[in-house]
């Protein structure tokens, strides 16, 4: 059975949860390998509607077991409360397991993710201040304290007081805030531990045995390409790599393992927080687009950036993945426009570019070249098979399919499960 990656393609909030909820009835293992609680993967299900930040969107499937890989940075409190949840709506939470390598989120990083963000002050980021970046900072400086570290109270001890020190000079110092208490953190992290032990174990065997019994394991991306640390619109970009690529660095996995990479793609573009977004709409139509699709940040509640659909940037994202295949979801969003258009390039300094700048600042000066397409006029939540979709709703999806030259193999109609069209087998 193969290994299939679901990777967010353009600025997060994709859909991905709905994706992943999706073909994790098939899956015997779904994994995490990035990100952190800045993730909101909005799952409805029979369950319930839920909204995950840590927690693989696969939990729901009685067989399918969970892993949140070295990869991502892990707020305890923010885990700790989303099994709770899921426990109260009787989600069964037992086949969670995490990774001892994982980075944790700390109280300073929290802290100083508020006070970095208030210190650039017109600069900022828009980063959902859940300590994410702060994190990996502290992860590649190597002042990071793991998962495994929580098990081990005493070494967690000696190594908080030596993180703590540099961490209240920077706070008192630099921010003048007042010092964080080492015998709180450290009783506090003590308790999540407590807590989270029956979790906590090594991945990559999990994987590597998953591997060769055939089972099928579903990479659940987070955040999206254009927000990689790399290959995103830098420096407004979340601190991890969404990328595939991420994948085999956040698991302990080889690339030669992989099988299928399904880039999920709205039918239009949204962006929360700050940075260059060449379609953004800041009129009515952008606005028809937020309220239709009720597109408020699921970490944050903030009103998303919405715009039409850049085919340069999801070509863009389509090559840094080498997508296999694409879901394409929110399809009905699009119901009710009359015309719809879509971004084939850029006008930039007189120039015309299909490219995708790697320069933010390049990137914020051009302007969207538009071809327009007639709309449907019609609901489409109803409909199972491509065939049926009306004709401009098929011809869109061709559209698509030949401008970022991908074929469109899942078409997402609505919310629910069965919301869905398998317009190309996957595999
Ligand atoms: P951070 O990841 O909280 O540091 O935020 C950095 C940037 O990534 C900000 O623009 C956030 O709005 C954006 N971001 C982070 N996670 C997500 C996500 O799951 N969906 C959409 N945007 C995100």
């Known amino acids: 059975m193969p290994l299939i990656a679901v990777i967010g393609a353009q600025w997060g909030d994709e859909g991905k949860g709905k994706v992943v909820d999706l073909l994790a009835e098939k899956a015997d293992l779904v994994v995490r390998f990035s990100g952190g609680p800045n993730a909101g ?39 700790l409360e989303e099994l709770e949840h899921l426990q109260k709506k009787e989600v069964d939470t037992s086949r969670l397991f995490i990774s001892n390598r994982a980075h944790l989120i700390m109280p300073y990083h929290t802290l100083l993710d508020k006070l970095e963000e208030e210190a650039r002050g017109s600069k900022a980021l828009g980063t959902t201040r859940s300590g994410v ?20 109270k005493e070494g967690l001890l000696s190594r908080l007081r030596f993180v703590l020190k540099q961490k209240n000079i920077l706070l008192t110092k630099v921010y003048g805030t007042p010092p964080l208490s080492l015998k709180e953190i450290h009783h506090q992290y003590c308790q999540y531990g407590d ?60 690339p030669t393992k992989i099988d299928y990479v399904l880039g999920v793609l709205k039918s239009y573009t949204t962006r929360v927080g700050g940075g260059p977004m060449p379609t953004e709409l800041r009129g009515k139509t952008g606005e028809s687009i937020r309220q239709i699709a009720h597109e408020y940040g ?24 080498g997508f296999n295949g694409v879901a394409l979801t929110r399809l009905d969003v699009l119901d009710t426009f009359a015309s719809i258009k879509v971004c084939t390039g850029y006008k930039v300094n007189g120039d015309i570019i299909h490219q995708f700048p790697n320069n933010s600042a390049v990137l914020q000066r051009c302007q969207p070249i538009y071809e327009e397409l007639p709309g449907w006029q019609c609901s489409t939540t109803h409909l199972r098979h491509f065939g049926e979709l009306p004709p401009p709703a098929q011809s869109y999806v061709k559209r698509l399919e030949e401008l970022i030259n991908c074929p469109i193999s899942i078409i997402s109609v609505g919310p629910r499960r069965e919301q869905t069209i398998i317009a190309r087998p996957i595999l």
């Open 195 to 254: 807590r989270l032990a029956p979790f906590i174990c090594d991945t990559e065997p999990l994987v590597k045995q998953a591997l060769e019994r055939g089972e099928l394991i579903l990479f659940e991306g987070a955040q999206g390409t254009l927000l990689d640390i790399d290959f995103g619109t830098y420096p407004y970009v979340t601190s991890s790599s969404p990328v595939v690529a991420g994948a085999f660095v956040g698991l302990g996995l080889s």
């Open 41 to 79: 993967h909005t799952v409805l299900n029979p369950y319930g509607e839920f909204r995950l930040h840590l927690v693989p969107s696969g939990i729901f499937y009685p067989h399918t077991r969970c892993l949140i890989g070295n990869g991502v940075v892990v707020s305890p409190a923010v885990l």
């Open 298 to 321: 699921a970490t944050t509640g903030r009103p998303r950036r919405c715009g039409w659909f850049d085919a340069v940037a999801a070509r863009f994202s389509t090559y840094i993945n």
């Open 133 to 152: 970046g702060p994190a990996y900072m502290d992860k590649v400086a190597r002042l990071g304290i793991r998962v495994g570290d929580l098990l081990d």
